[in-house]
T-cell receptor, first 112, second 115 residues
Framework: NAGVTQTPKFQVLKTGQSMTLQCAQD?????MYWYRQDPGMGLRLIYY???????DKGEVPNGYNVSRLNKREFSLRLESAAPSQTSVYFC???????????FGPGTRLLVL | GNSVTQMEGPVTLSEEAFLTINCTYT??????LFWYVQYPGEGLQLLLK?????DKGSNKGFEATYRKETTSFHLEKGSVQVSDSAVYFC??????????????FGQGTILTVHP
């Protein structure tokens, strides 16, 4: 039981490049989330998916897109990376009606 | 909207000292409250939670009580260890009985414990 896994662990991009961050969970959770973590700002919600087939914007969705590929997988895409998107990205999941979220180890992204 | 405010850090303590990290919140309805911990290089882990007023969450010697009258959820530990060095996040959930909930986080407090 791996919990929540994320790939890659670390990535360097040039401004304007695109990339997809992958997230998968093996806990049969319905809900999945993408956060970004910046110094002094805690974690901020980018997008979430309450269940397979649905996605909704969070607090800071601009510049990102998501895909809920199936119940296990929830990917985050940067179409044209900007230096302001340099951050650590965390994926999380939760079981219906249980508010505790389980987090992956994070992806550290540097945009030059 | 919902918000969470944590005490400014970083906090530096000697081993066996008493720890308090303050957390206050603003929310509509009746949120659940959480403390998450992030050890160096890792993701966040749930430390403890409380789902209604006057509930006390506890784990690994840490405690926090849901105080609706003061909208607070302060984290305490009587005797910290070097292994407690981490970043601590206070958070609230707006699930309100629905099938999913978005977490709103405080800015995090860095705790360093010296031997």
């Amino acid at each position: 039981n791996a919990g929540v896994t994320q790939t890659p662990k670390f990535q360097v991009l040039k401004t304007g490049q695109s990339m997809t961050l992958q997230c998968a969970q093996d806990m049969n959770h319905n809900s999945m989330y993408w956060y970004r973590q910046d110094p002094g700002m805690g974690l901020r919600l980018i997008y979430y998916s309450a269940s397979e087939g649905t996605t909704d914007k969070g607090e800071v969705p601009n510049g990102y897109n998501v895909s809920r590929l199936n119940k296990r997988e929830f990917s985050l895409r940067l179409e044209s990376a900007a230096p302001s998107q340099t951050s650590v990205y965390f994926c999380a999941s939760s079981h219906p009606y249980q508010e505790t979220q389980y987090f992956g180890p994070g992806t550290r992204l540097l945009v030059l | 909207g919902n918000s969470v405010t944590q005490m400014e850090g970083p906090v530096t303590l000697s081993e066996e000292a008493f720890l308090t990290i303050n957390c206050t919140y603003t929310a509509t309805g009746y949120p659940s409250l959480f403390w998450y911990v992030q050890y160096p290089g890792e993701g966040l882990q749930l430390l403890l939670k409380a789902t209604k007023a006057d509930d006390k969450g506890s784990n690994k010697g840490f405690e926090a009580t849901y105080r609706k009258e003061t909208t607070s959820f302060h984290l305490e530990k009587g005797s910290v260890q070097v292994s407690d060095s981490a970043v601590y996040f206070c958070a609230l959930s707006d699930a309100g009985g629905t099938s999913y909930g978005k977490l709103t986080f405080g800015q995090g407090t860095i705790l360093t414990v010296h031997p």
